[in-house]
Each structure stands twice: as structure tokens, then as C-alpha cells.
């Protein structure tokens, strides 16, 4: 089954007075420059599931792309995954064809509850052997029997669960309070670089490492290396996340994250945050993260806080406030190498969790990168 949702509103024109912050220093990325973008509404239904939550996006090697869902079950449906179609050129995006839905699999072979929660899906990423690497945030209950720890597990495109990959144990569920992961703040960001190492990073600090970001202090967020070949954890780097850049004129919700990377090489990185505030909206960037040779690191060292260490290097590449160059922010946590553009450069999109919100989209971007 075949269908083909086009952006409600318009194929959505982009001005060419603006452009991303270019870094000569940079090597592999200089600059990140939009080039169209497009919206699917929320309530659009794909062989009777509602299409949405979009948290996770990765290019397969036959040009397609695998999206993740973040329904965690209870909400619109059993966790599932997508592979879609999304056709553009570097004028505009033509539209987005849903090709097929499926479930992740338990290790048992079932799928997940559709009625109550258990997994909260956030990234996806191609293996190099073809399967699918995908995070999940869990869930943190006061009851222990009812507690999901995060995890990063292989599958088969059918999603048929392969195996789990280690993970440290600080990353765990502990009391919500004092360590380990925050509720709703656990793996947001998934990497595979070309030597097939897996990075995994949360969207928010440990509890020991200092918690999530504010208005007034910023968030340490581990950046785990994991090696597929031996199954287990190899380093930790810490990736510092600003403060958040904008109050809510009203004095309501407000929240900074780290939501996704993608791998350049095997040390540098394209980094997603999104802030939110009430009022206001939402704050993207586009980030070059690196692991240099002064990063240190911290996998031996428990609590960030008050810890001496040098943070990988980061460089702001693009950042969009509100509207940006005609197109309305919202909720980005996808983001995917896509083809190579008629002119050579490479293209990047972006992709935004509706939250299956009436009042948020789902957002397609697509980018130049030089």
C-alpha cells in the first residue's frame, strides 16, 4: 500500500537573503543552508496508523528512509516504524510517500502493548550490515515492575529484534530524584559513524552530572561510544549544552535539549538542539560537534559536577528562531543525510515530533551542506 501525503499549506517558499554561519575552520561541513520545506497535518492516517511522532530519520541504502515513531503505546497505536519516500530537489520538496509500517519486536517476537506504555522510541539509524539500530527513553514508574529502562537494540527491517547493546549502568532509572536519567530526558540522539561505531546521548544531564538545562545554567550531556563488535561501552564524551536562549514571556514551560547526531566521520558530528518556551516558540540549531584530541574521557568519572575535563568542541552552524526565512519552527528531532544535490553538495533533512498535536506538524527541511 502506497500513498502520498503533500504539505498542507505549500511547498513552502525560502528566501535566499539568509544564510547558516559559515566556520572556515571547519573540516567535512562549513556551512548549512535551507532550502525548502514542507508539512504533513497531524491526524493524517497510513494504513491505519496515524502518521507522527516523527523522533528519528535515517537514509537506507536504496535511497529510502527509515522514521521512527515516538508513541510509546497507549496514545495512537503499537510502537511502529516507518520507511518512506521523500522526493525533492534543491528548489523544493515534490511530497513524502508513506511505502510501509511496522512494529519493533519484543525479544519474544511479539509487538509492543498498543495499550499501555512501555518502550518511547527516539532514534533510528542504519547498521552497517543493513539492520537498524533503534533507542528507546523507557519509562520511569515509582513502581519498579512497571519501570522500562532505556536501551539501544538492534533489528531487522521487519523488526525482528537481533540483540541489545550494552549500555552504562548510569544511564538506568534509578529514584527520579538524585541519579541517573530523568523521566522523558533519556536517549534522544543515535550515530553510526563509517568505522560502525554507535553513539548514544541523552536529550538532557544525568542527575549527577547536574540535570537539564535552565535559564541560567546550561546542561553536561554524555556522548557514549559503544562498539558494536564487542557489545560493550568504550568511552564517554561530554557535549555541553547551552542554557536555554529564551524565557516565556508568561513564566510558563521553557526547555533546551540535545535531540539527535549524525555522523560526518568518525569523530565529528552534526548536532540537533531545539528549545521550547510558551510564548515564543521554538529555537533550532544546527551544530558541528567534535571529539578532539584534548576531549577527555569521562567514563571513569561518576558525577560530572565539579569534575575537571575538556567537553568536546562545539560550533554553531545555522540557528532558526521562530520563523526563519518563512517556515514556523516546531518540535525537530529527526535528522538524516539525504542525496547528493545536482550540484555535488550533500543534502541534509530535518524532521519535526508533532507530538500528534492539532496544533504542531509534522515539518520536513531539507538542507545544503558545504
Do not use: C
Not at 68 to 79: C, E, L, N, Q, V
Not at 183 to 192: C, D, G, I, T, Y
Not at 290 to 313: C, F, H, Q
Amino acid at each position: 500500500m502506497r500513498n502520498k501525503f503533500i504539505a498542507t499549506y505549500l511547498n513552502i517558499a525560502i528566501s535566499t537573503l539568509a544564510f547558516g554561519v559559515a566556520h572556515a575552520q571547519s573540516t567535512g561541513v562549513n556551512s548549512v543552508n535551507l532550502l525548502s520545506a514542507m508539512e504533513i497535518k497531524t491526524g493524517t492516517v497510513f494504513d491505519k496508523t496515524e502518521f507522527g511522532g516523527i523522533s528519528g530519520l535515517d537514509m537506507a541504502k536504496d535511497g529510502t528512509y527509515w522514521a521512527i515513531s515516538d508513541d510509546r503505546g497507549g496514545a495512537k497505536g503499537t510502537p511502529r516504524f516507518y520507511n518512506i519516500k521523500i522526493d525533492f530537489d534543491q528548489n523544493s520538496i515534490k511530497g513524502v510517500t508513506f511505502n510501509k509500517v511496522r512494529n519493533m519486536k519484543t525479544p519474544n517476537g511479539t509487538s509492543f502493548p498498543k495499550d499501555s506504555k512501555t518502550v518511547d522510541p527516539e532514534a533510528i539509524r542504519v547498521a552497517p550490515n543493513g539492520n537498524l539500530y533503534w533507542a528507546s527513553e523507557g519509562n520511569w514508574d515509582q513502581d519498579a515492575a512497571k519501570r522500562y529502562q532505556p536501551f539501544v537494540r538492534e533489528m531487522k527491517t521487519d523488526g525482528t529484534h537481533v540483540r541489545e547493546l550494552n549500555i552504562p549502568p548510569s544511564y538506568n532509572y534509578y529514584d527520579n530524584l538524585k541519579s541517573g536519567v530523568r523521566n522523558n530526558n533519556s536517549f534522544e540522539a543515535l550515530a553510526v559513524t563509517p568505522d560502525g561505531s554507535v553513539y548514544v546521548a541523552t536529550e538532557g544531564g544525568l542527575y549527577q552530572d547536574g540535570g537539564p538545562a535552565s535559564l541560567d545554567k546550561g546542561s553536561r550531556i554524555r556522548v557514549t561510544k559503544l562498539n558494536p563488535t564487542t557489545n560493550a561501552p568504550e568511552a564517554q564524551y561530554v557535549y555541553e549544552l547551552p542554557k536555554i536562549p529564551t524565557a516565556s514571556p508568561t513564566g510558563g514551560f521553557a526547555d533546551n535539549g540535545l535531540t539527535e547526531l549524525l555522523a560526518i566521520s568518525n569523530n565529528e558530528f552534526l548536532a540537533l538542539e531545539r528549545s521550547y518556551a510558551d510564548g515564543v516558540g521554538n529555537t533550532i540549531r544546527i551544530v558541528k560537534a567534535t571529539i578532539t584530541g584534548d576531549s577527555t574521557n569521562v567514563r571513569n568519572i561518576n558525577a560530572l559536577e565539579g569534575a575537571s575535563y575538556n567537553p568536546m568542541k562545539r560550533e554553531v552552524l545555522l540557528e532558526m528562531a521562530g520563523q526563519y526565512r518563512g517556515v514556523k519552527m516546531d518540535n525537530m528531532e529527526a535528522m538524516s543525510w539525504g542525496k547528493a544535490l545536482p550540484n555535488g553538495n550533500r543534502s541534509l533533512i530535518v524532521v519535526s515530533d508533532n507530538n500528534f498535536s492539532d496544533k504542531q506538524r509534522t515539518l520536513f527541511m531539507v538542507f545544503e551542506v558545504k
